[in-house]
């Protein structure tokens, strides 16, 4: 009767307050929207200036084959004066120079050198350019090759294949990812801000003094916010799967399970920073700084932890999201591979024991 | 457990609080015993401990020597057991306000196990003692803070418990409510034989008491029936006036007089205690007339802390004025004409007229929603007025407020401090944002660093000043820019007593040299102080008049010497009948 009380009055707060429906249905409908259709990791359209000293037929043809990518948006330009102002400005993102012998040397055996310049700002834009560009480069001298009748002395013929991803489309890695953020929201951030704000408005002193133990409490928190939170990610994964069109290829049970286990861990966490700070400002921040920006930044979930110096690979094994990551980015475009879905699974479900526990000792009936 | 068991029991208890390097000894060696079927008042001051031995008592801390028995088990060990049989209602009631009214007897319902057979009547009988029928679908945070207060009772009383420890209840409550609640209360000890522990810092409640416990500092200053302590004083009280003296000069010299205890501003006398049983006499005004009046529970208290504390300030002297001000000039400084503010549909402010003149201390009373705080707002120039026209110190709010509130200085209850900066640092920044800088700064930091005797701490964090001080220290800021009007907003509610007369006398200092002064309260026992006192209901001017003509109206037979809040529930009560019919 107890519990049910207590898990009761989480819906009714959780109906009526307008700042916990903001954080679990419109925060995870706003990341959707703006990982699925504003932040791309694919270079599109790149604007890049392209100067010919000499122009020829070659240097043309070679133009109308960058042209012809989607991935540039080329500009010829006169000189290299100007086109190194362009990029000075900002107006382009790279340069592509070809000397006034570019005709001659072309067709020498030493080859013609063809400069490009790369903005490197923008590190991860900079190096898809330089790789697109060499890429087109080889493909322009193929087909010229082919066409005067003559096979290019290439001694190794690269045929890539993508697996999982086979379009390319970063989407395709970025929202299955999200389901890790948004849970992470729901969990851990929303229920420590719940918790601290008990503390703050003289509930808890009220509920303590009852005969309801610190157990009960706990559980009627946990039991609202992980229903909370399996809501939230059944949106994310129906809007992931039907609106984004990202291929679910695992079991959904297996995913569900998955889930399971992450918003126990999450909401460990939540009330572990609960018990330690009992104003809802410093929840929030705390809240923040240990679970959701770790998440974004160290989960995998945009930029691969492989790629991450060692010291920060070791660091993204305390990040409890790393694990449902790999976990739902496996299931989404891989399907069912138990291999990574089993380890990971298991240390989940040691992350959402430490942290339950921790909370378990921690809270006591008393006020210090 | 017979009927002479007491209900609690504290032997020895001690409890002490560590921030950082700092310790606080909230409780020390406290021995106190409750007897059932009783109402018994624990009175101190803010940061006496009277929440941290409710909190014991109801098992949310753990002592740190002695122990406290509640209903013949320790509170400590078997705090589960204690809590299931307690009633406690803690300071701010934890109300779940997104839940309504019928929603949070529900949840506390459940929680406290009442069988849902006896649910019905339960809430039916307690709906109609605090009057809450009405409202039973609104939302717990939509109450007004009486509402609110009641509803609390209410949830921690949805399962009767044969101990009720009520920390402040009546905080915040306007007298209407106050009085509601006292009703509530008495009526519980009563018909349900229920035994209480009530904390306050009104020290007029602890006359309603059966028993007292007097905390101070941590320690039992002293315990038993309320008359005995005012018996302590009898003989030595007296009601004193002086022809072609203001009962606000006359206190000031009673202060300083040899051989008294105490002297107080009560309408158009002064109340005072001498330290010997022979009326007080005066070397500069030979006719002073002292009539011998009854004591009261808080001339008994202020005798007991006077022996327990000497280091009160009782010369006070504000320094020169930074302005010349003519204290006789008596053209208006503050002129309200039709004030009006509307909020949605609602006026909250519905045409309020008056004008205060130089040197005044005025009151602003009302109860809860009755527009105070709104009204005061548009004065201080934080809130525009929808219609009418608002002066303060010749300037048109309406378009030169900023210039206005140049001229005001204002002390919140809460004290608007920096805590983690020091008290030094406080005044510098104050100074600054006033605009002082230079030689003048300097001078008027100095000022405030003497006239509030805070040199000594000017490096201590201004959190960790004990309360007093905090208050001087908050004044000390709003005096910094030398205002010639001060807004207070219940400036000593929580305070002791000793520290609440040494705050008026400052007042009172001020006033005399033209400062004007307004005050909003719950407190009568700030009224008093006022020369006027306007009371506000429905956004409407109720009465408007000096504290003693407002009691003299109250005047019958029933209640032949009426007090403050008599007269202001009086008051009340008839504009509501008025409305209602």
Same mark, same amino acid.
Request: net charge neutral; with cysteine; charged share 20%.
């Given at each position: 009767?107890?519990?049910?009380?207590?898990?009761?009055?989480?819906?009714?707060?959780?109906?009526?307050?307008?700042?916990?429906?903001?954080?679990?249905?419109?925060?995870?409908?706003?990341?959707?929207?703006?990982?699925?259709?504003?932040?791309?990791?694919?270079?599109?359209?790149?604007?890049?200036?392209?100067?010919?000293?000499?122009?020829?037929?070659?240097?043309?043809?070679?133009?109308?084959?960058?042209?012809?990518?989607?991935?540039?948006?080329?500009?010829?330009?006169?000189?290299?004066?100007?086109?190194?102002?362009?990029?000075?400005?900002?107006?382009?993102?790279?340069?592509?120079?070809?000397?006034?012998?570019?005709?001659?040397?072309?067709?020498?055996?030493?080859?013609?050198?063809?400069?490009?310049?790369?903005?490197?700002?923008?590190?991860?834009?900079?190096?898809?350019?330089?790789?697109?560009?060499?890429?087109?480069?080889?493909?322009?001298?193929?087909?010229?090759?082919?066409?005067?009748?003559?096979?290019?002395?290439?001694?190794?013929?690269?045929?890539?294949?993508?697996?999982?991803?086979?379009?390319?489309?970063? #989407?395709?890695?970025? =929202?299955? @990812?999200? /389901? %890790? !953020?948004?849970? +992470?929201?729901?969990? $851990?951030? &929303?229920?420590?801000?719940?918790?601290?704000?008990?503390?703050?408005?003289?509930?808890?002193?009220?509920?303590?003094?009852?005969?309801?133990?610190?157990?009960?409490?706990?559980?009627?928190?946990?039991?609202?916010?992980?229903?909370?939170?399996?809501?939230?990610?059944?949106?994310?994964?129906?809007?992931?799967?039907?609106?984004?069109?990202?291929?679910?290829?695992?079991?959904?049970?297996?995913?569900?399970?998955?889930?399971?286990?992450?918003?126990?861990?999450?909401?460990?966490?939540?009330?572990?920073?609960?018990?330690?700070? #009992?104003?809802?400002? =410093?929840? @929030?921040? /705390? %809240? !923040?700084?240990? +679970?959701?920006?770790? $998440?974004? &930044?160290?989960?995998?979930?945009?930029?691969?932890?492989?790629?991450?110096?060692?010291?920060?690979?070791?660091?993204?094994?305390?990040?409890?999201?790393?694990?449902?990551?790999?976990?739902?980015?496996?299931?989404?475009?891989?399907?069912?591979?138990?291999?990574?879905?089993?380890?990971?699974?298991?240390?989940?479900?040691?992350?959402?024991?430490?942290?339950?526990?921790?909370?378990?000792?921690?809270?006591?009936?008393?006020?210090? | 457990?017979?009927?002479?068991?007491?209900?609690?029991?504290?032997?020895?208890?001690?409890?002490?609080?560590?921030?950082?390097?700092?310790?606080?000894?909230?409780?020390?060696?406290?021995?106190?015993?409750?007897?059932?079927?009783?109402?018994?008042?624990?009175?101190?001051?803010?940061?006496?401990?009277?929440?941290?031995?409710?909190?014991?008592?109801?098992?949310?801390?753990?002592?740190?020597?002695?122990?406290?028995?509640?209903?013949?088990?320790?509170?400590?060990?078997?705090?589960?057991?204690?809590?299931?049989?307690?009633?406690?209602?803690?300071?701010?009631?934890?109300?779940?306000?997104?839940?309504?009214?019928?929603?949070?007897?529900?949840?506390?319902?459940?929680?406290?196990?009442?069988?849902?057979?006896?649910?019905?009547?339960?809430?039916?009988?307690?709906?109609?003692?605090?009057?809450?029928?009405?409202?039973?679908?609104?939302?717990?945070?939509?109450?007004?803070?009486?509402?609110?207060?009641?509803?609390?009772?209410?949830?921690?009383?949805?399962?009767?418990?044969?101990?009720?420890?009520?920390?402040?209840?009546?905080?915040?409550?306007?007298?209407?409510?106050?009085?509601?609640?006292?009703?509530?209360?008495?009526?519980?000890?009563?018909?349900?034989?229920?035994?209480?522990?009530?904390?306050?810092?009104?020290?007029?409640?602890?006359?309603?008491?059966?028993?007292?416990?007097?905390?101070?500092?941590?320690?039992?200053?002293?315990?038993?029936?309320?008359?005995?302590?005012?018996?302590?004083?009898?003989?030595?009280?007296?009601?004193?006036?002086?022809?072609?003296?203001?009962?606000?000069?006359?206190?000031?010299?009673?202060?300083?007089?040899?051989?008294?205890?105490?002297?107080?501003?009560?309408?158009?006398?002064?109340?005072?205690?001498?330290?010997?049983?022979?009326?007080?006499?005066?070397?500069?005004?030979?006719?002073?007339?002292?009539?011998?009046?009854?004591?009261?529970?808080?001339?008994?208290?202020?005798?007991?802390?006077?022996?327990?504390?000497?280091?009160?300030?009782?010369?006070?002297?504000?320094?020169?004025?930074?302005?010349?001000?003519?204290?006789?000039?008596?053209?208006?400084?503050?002129?309200?004409?039709?004030?009006?503010?509307?909020?949605?549909?609602?006026?909250?402010?519905?045409?309020?007229?008056?004008?205060?003149?130089?040197?005044?201390?005025?009151?602003?009373?009302?109860?809860?929603?009755?527009?105070?705080?709104?009204?005061?707002?548009?004065?201080?120039?934080?809130?525009?007025?929808?219609?009418?026209?608002?002066?303060?110190?010749?300037?048109?709010?309406?378009?030169?407020?900023?210039?206005?509130?140049?001229?005001?200085?204002?002390?919140?209850?809460?004290?608007?401090?920096?805590?983690?900066?020091?008290?030094?640092?406080?005044?510098?920044?104050?100074?600054?944002?006033?605009?002082?800088?230079?030689?003048?700064?300097?001078?008027?930091?100095?000022?405030?660093?003497?006239?509030?005797?805070?040199?000594?701490?000017?490096?201590?964090?201004?959190?960790?000043?004990?309360?007093?001080?905090?208050?001087?220290?908050?004044?000390?800021?709003?005096?910094?820019?030398?205002?010639?009007?001060?807004?207070?907003?219940?400036?000593?509610?929580?305070?002791?007593?000793?520290?609440?007369?040494?705050?008026?006398?400052?007042?009172?200092?001020?006033?005399?040299?033209?400062?004007?002064?307004?005050?909003?309260?719950?407190?009568?026992?700030?009224?008093?102080?006022?020369?006027?006192?306007?009371?506000?209901?429905?956004?409407?001017?109720?009465?408007?008049?000096?504290?003693?003509?407002?009691?003299?109206?109250?005047?019958?037979?029933?209640?032949?010497?009426?007090?403050?809040?008599?007269?202001?529930?009086?008051?009340?009560?008839?504009?509501?009948?008025?409305?209602?019919?």
């Amino acid at each position: 009767m107890r519990l049910g009380a207590l898990v009761r009055k989480e819906f009714l707060q959780i109906v009526r307050d307008p700042s916990s429906i903001a954080i679990a249905f419109l925060m995870p409908l706003f990341l959707l929207a703006l990982f699925g259709y504003g932040v791309s990791l694919d270079a599109e359209r790149v604007p890049l200036a392209l100067v010919a000293e000499a122009p020829s037929t070659d240097s043309a043809e070679f133009f109308a084959a960058l042209g012809g990518s989607p991935s540039f948006a080329p500009r010829t330009m006169d000189s290299m004066v100007a086109a190194e102002r362009a990029l000075l400005q900002g107006e382009v993102d790279g340069i592509v120079r070809l000397r006034a012998d570019f005709a001659r040397a072309s067709r020498d055996a030493n080859g013609a050198p063809v400069q490009v310049l790369v903005n490197g700002i923008d590190t991860n834009t900079a190096r898809l350019v330089q790789g697109y560009i060499e890429g087109a480069w080889s493909a322009w001298l193929a087909a010229r090759a082919a066409r005067d009748g003559g096979a290019l002395a290439v001694p190794v013929d690269i045929a890539p294949r993508i697996w999982f991803n086979g379009e390319l489309r970063s #989407r395709n890695y970025l =929202v299955p @990812g999200l /389901v %890790a !953020i948004i849970m +992470t929201l729901i969990g $851990a951030l &929303l229920t420590a801000l719940v918790m601290a704000r008990e503390w703050e408005r003289g509930t808890m002193e009220a509920l303590l003094v009852t005969p309801t133990s610190m157990s009960e409490v706990l559980l009627g928190k946990l039991a609202a916010y992980f229903v909370l939170g399996t809501g939230g990610m059944l949106l994310s994964v129906a809007l992931a799967v039907w609106w984004f069109e990202v291929p679910l290829r695992g079991s959904f049970w297996v995913l569900w399970a998955a889930a399971s286990l992450f918003l126990l861990a999450a909401l460990g966490m939540g009330l572990t920073i609960s018990t330690l700070a #009992r104003s809802q400002f =410093v929840a @929030g921040q /705390v %809240a !923040i700084l240990a +679970t959701f920006l770790p $998440a974004f &930044l160290l989960s995998g979930f945009m930029f691969d932890i492989g790629s991450m110096p060692p010291v920060v690979q070791a660091l993204t094994h305390l990040v409890v999201a790393r694990y449902f990551v790999a976990i739902v980015q496996t299931l989404f475009l891989a399907g069912d591979v138990w291999a990574v879905i089993l380890p990971n699974a298991a240390a989940l479900a040691a992350m959402a024991a430490l942290f339950l526990g921790l909370t378990w000792r921690k809270s006591r009936k008393r006020l210090e | 457990m017979s009927g002479d068991a007491p209900v609690l029991e504290a032997t020895g208890l001690c409890k002490s609080f560590v921030f950082g390097k700092r310790v606080t000894v909230a409780l020390d060696a406290v021995d106190m015993r409750l007897v059932a079927g009783r109402v018994t008042g624990l009175i101190g001051p803010d940061g006496a401990g009277k929440t941290t031995l409710m909190r014991l008592a109801a098992g949310l801390l753990v002592p740190d020597a002695g122990e406290v028995r509640v209903l013949g088990r320790d509170a400590t060990a078997e705090s589960l057991a204690v809590q299931a049989e307690l009633g406690y209602m803690p300071q701010r009631f934890g109300l779940y306000e997104d839940l309504t009214v019928a929603e949070n007897l529900e949840l506390y319902a459940d929680l406290q196990g009442v069988p849902r057979a006896t649910r019905a009547a339960r809430y039916a009988e307690l709906m109609r003692m605090t009057g809450l029928a009405p409202f039973t679908r609104r939302l717990a945070g939509r109450l007004s803070g009486g509402m609110k207060q009641k509803l609390g009772l209410a949830c921690t009383l949805v399962r009767p418990p044969r101990l009720l420890l009520l920390d402040e209840p009546t905080v915040g409550v306007d007298p209407v409510s106050r009085r509601e609640l006292w009703a509530i209360i008495d009526h519980l000890v009563a018909s349900a034989g229920m035994s209480m522990l009530l904390a306050t810092a009104y020290l007029d409640e602890a006359e309603r008491c059966a028993d007292v416990v007097l905390l101070h500092e941590g320690r039992v200053l002293a315990r038993g029936a309320p008359r005995a302590l005012s018996a302590a004083v009898a003989g030595r009280v007296w009601q004193v006036s002086a022809p072609g003296m203001a009962p606000r000069e006359l206190q000031d010299a009673l202060s300083r007089a040899p051989g008294v205890a105490d002297a107080l501003v009560q309408g158009e006398h002064v109340r005072v205690v001498t330290r010997e049983a022979a009326p007080p006499t005066l070397a500069e005004s030979p006719s002073l007339r002292a009539d011998p009046v009854a004591p009261r529970f808080e001339d008994g208290f202020v005798d007991l802390l006077r022996q327990a504390r000497s280091d009160l300030a009782r010369d006070i002297d504000m320094g020169p004025p930074r302005h010349a001000v003519d204290a006789d000039d008596t053209r208006a400084v503050i002129r309200v004409r039709g004030a009006r503010r509307r909020f949605g549909t609602f006026w909250a402010v519905d045409g309020v007229d008056f004008s205060i003149a130089r040197g005044e201390i005025f009151g602003l009373l009302g109860a809860n929603g009755a527009g105070k705080t709104t009204l005061f707002r548009m004065l201080c120039g934080l809130l525009p007025a929808s219609a009418g026209r608002l002066e303060v110190a010749g300037f048109d709010l309406r378009r030169a407020s900023a210039v206005a509130r140049a001229r005001i200085g204002y002390m919140s209850q809460k004290f608007s401090l920096y805590g983690n900066l020091s008290v030094a640092q406080n005044l510098a920044f104050f100074a600054a944002a006033y605009g002082l800088h230079g030689a003048e700064r300097a001078a008027r930091i100095a000022w405030a660093e003497s006239t509030f005797d805070l040199a000594d701490s000017a490096a201590q964090l201004a959190g960790l000043l004990p309360l007093g001080y905090k208050q001087r220290l908050a004044m000390a800021c709003a005096l910094m820019h030398a205002p010639e009007i001060l807004f207070l907003d219940e400036p000593t509610s929580g305070v002791d007593p000793l520290a609440r007369r040494e705050f008026w006398l400052r007042i009172n200092a001020l006033a005399r040299r033209g400062v004007t002064v307004l005050v909003t309260t719950h407190f009568m026992e700030e009224a008093e102080y006022c020369d006027r006192v306007a009371i506000l209901a429905a956004g409407r001017l109720l009465a408007l008049d000096a504290p003693a003509a407002l009691k003299a109206r109250a005047r019958n037979a029933a209640l032949p010497e009426p007090s403050l809040e008599d007269a202001f529930i009086a008051l009340i009560q008839a504009h509501e009948q008025r409305v209602a019919s």
